[in-house]
T-cell receptor, first 114, second 115 residues
Framework: GEDVEQSLFLSVREGDSSVINCTYT??????LYWYKQEPGAGLQLLTY?????DMKQDQRLTVLLNKKDKHLSLRIADTQTGDSAIYFC??????????????FGTGTLLAVQP | EPEVTQTPSHQVTQMGQEVILRCVPI?????FYWYRQILGQKVEFLVS????????KSEIFDDQFSVERPDGSNFTLKIRSTKLEDSAMYFC?????????????FGEGSRLTVL
């Protein structure tokens, strides 16, 4: 079945890099996503990667995908206190349907220490 | 910036009561979703809605649940007879285009507490 796992907590110092990891079980996943949830707010899409890519970079964010190991990571360079939030990994499939539902991981709480 | 809005932000209800959670998706969006997150657990897909009908639903979305888009702007989730285990944060989401790359915009959530 579909399952997405993440570590629950990560603490880093301001200015350091953060790496949040995710593993998934369904190798047919087409797209993998990173969402951010700040306290009291909804989930905000940060970035996504198509399954035929190994890496995607977007400003301070770098997504690495190891499809063989079914491992996805999100690296945040120069982490700021404003990056403190819960980060969710999610997967989806392109099967031509209208839905493209997301399967989410448990979320990783990133705490950035000043 | 356009946003998905949800009401109420928090609702407390007695077991067995009916609850309606309301959502106003982004105005030109066509695909609508409900997800929920039980405290400490994963965000789970409940249902998707497109072209005025349910396009997919999960095992969680049983006969106690229903969705409606009554007036072209609101998108509601009704729980007919709430159970304790329905206590969760319910997220509405909408998307402008089909396919997995269209960005899914989430609301801030409605917290439902069933006593």
């Amino acid at each position: 079945g579909e399952d997405v796992e993440q570590s629950l907590f990560l603490s880093v110092r301001e200015g350091d890099s953060s790496v949040i990891n995710c593993t998934y079980t369904d190798s047919s996943s087409t797209y993998l996503y990173w969402y951010k949830q700040e306290p009291g707010a909804g989930l905000q899409l940060l970035t996504y990667i198509f399954s035929n890519m190994d890496m995607k970079q977007d400003q301070r964010l770098t997504v690495l995908l190891n499809k063989k190991d079914k491992h996805l990571s999100l690296r945040i360079a120069d982490t700021q206190t404003g990056d403190s939030a819960i980060y969710f990994c999610a997967e989806s499939w392109d099967y031509g349907g209208a839905t493209n539902k997301l399967i989410f991981g448990t979320g990783t709480l990133l705490a950035v220490q000043p | 910036e356009p946003e998905v809005t949800q009401t109420p932000s928090h609702q407390v209800t007695q077991m067995g009561q009916e609850v309606i959670l309301r959502c106003v998706p982004i105005s030109n969006h066509l695909y609508f979703y409900w997800y929920r997150q039980i405290l400490g657990q994963k965000v789970e897909f409940l249902v998707s809605f497109y072209n005025n009908e349910i396009s997919e639903k999960s095992e969680i979305f049983d006969d106690q649940f229903s969705v409606e888009r009554p007036d072209g702007s609101n998108f509601t989730l009704k729980i007919r007879s709430t159970k304790l285990e329905d206590s969760a944060m319910y997220f509405c989401a909408s998307k402008g285009s089909g396919g997995p790359t269209g960005e899914l915009f989430f609301g801030e959530g409605s917290r439902l507490t069933v006593l």
